[in-house]
């Protein structure tokens, strides 16, 4: 069935940092694929978003491309700060049914000056 | 523009008890969902809805119900409470995109 397999945490980088967050996923058809954000006592925002093959969503100086061929969807960004620490969830949507969205397990990021 | 908004956004409930917890949109959206947070599981679907006076089963449904009488509202609810319903409870709507409200922790002692 779905499913998100996402990078187990916590991860604790310094600041400037290269961050990797690697996250694969199980689906039917072609599925929209999802970033979110989690910070300390909030809900989701989404952070960056791929709908077809190939895609790169970015935002913030995050990026993720969509990889059919290796079912992924990894998050990176190339120099993190201090206000990036939170919680990151990937996730997909099929493109049928309810259009829920299938999360994976959340991977908690601690920047350290 | 408010978006979606819970209320409670915090309810200790001792075991046994009942409560309903409100997701209110304002943006006219068909599909609404609640899932539920839990440490090292993500989120999960409890149920969602596909439209005014729908309802139907996500993933962990067991102990909890659902209505949607009006297309702005969508009501969970917990008839009986459980330790095991201690969570943080997120709902969302969907039209072209996925709008979260903030959550309501919910602790059952």
């Known amino acids: 069935g779905d499913s998100v397999t996402q990078m187990e945490g916590p991860v604790t980088l310094s600041e400037e940092a290269f961050l990797t967050i690697n996250c694969t996923y199980t689906a039917t058809g072609y599925p929209s694929l999802f970033w979110y954000v989690q910070y300390p006592g909030e809900g989701l925002q989404l952070l960056l978003k791929a709908t077809k093959a190939d895609d790169k969503g970015s935002n913030k100086g995050f990026e993720a491309t969509y990889r059919k061929e290796t079912t992924s969807f990894h998050l990176e960004k190339g120099s993190v700060q201090v206000s990036d620490s939170a919680v990151y969830f990937c996730a997909h949507s099929p493109t049928t049914g309810a259009n829920n969205l299938f999360f994976g397990t959340g991977t908690r990021l601690t920047v350290i000056p | 523009n408010a978006g979606v908004t819970q209320t409670p956004k915090f309810r200790v409930l001792k075991t046994g008890q009942s409560m309903t917890l409100l997701c209110a949109q304002d943006?006219?959206?068909?599909?609404m969902y609640w899932y539920r947070q839990d440490p090292g599981m993500g989120l999960r679907l409890i149920h969602y809805s596909v439209g005014e006076g729908t309802t139907a089963k996500g993933e962990v449904p067991d102990g909890y119900n659902v209505s949607r009488l009006k297309k702005q509202n969508f009501l969970l609810g917990l008839e009986s409470a459980a330790p095991s319903q201690t969570s943080v409870y997120f709902c969302a709507s969907y039209d072209w995109g996925y709008t979260f409200g903030s959550g309501t922790r919910l602790t059952v002692v």
């Open positions: 943006m006219n959206h068909e599909y």
